[in-house]
């Protein structure tokens, strides 16, 4: 694997899949003695979750209660 004139690298698609690698996943390199560590930020993972609820938030398109959503998810009628 090569580093691009940009100093780029591409974490191949099983490494990637198998830790959960998704397309703009934060991380951190640290380097220890003459090697380098690629870690998930824990930084992301607190306020990942707050990112899915901003860019989901005003997207449904049908307006239902709490109690109606539960009845449905639970098969009730």
Do not use: C, W, Y
């Not at 940009?6 to 703009?24: A, C, E, F, M, S």
């Not at 380098?36 to 209660?65: C, Y």
């Amino acid at each position: 694997m090569r580093i691009s004139t940009k100093g780029q690298v591409t974490i191949p698609h099983d490494i990637r899949q198998k830790l959960g690698l998704l397309p703009n996943t934060e991380v951190e390199f640290r380097v220890i003695g003459d090697a380098v560590q690629i870690v998930k930020s824990r930084h992301q993972e607190k306020n990942r979750g707050r990112g899915l609820i901003t860019r989901m938030r005003g997207k449904a398109t049908i307006r239902m209660t709490t109690d109606e959503i539960m009845a449905l998810t639970r098969g009730e009628e």
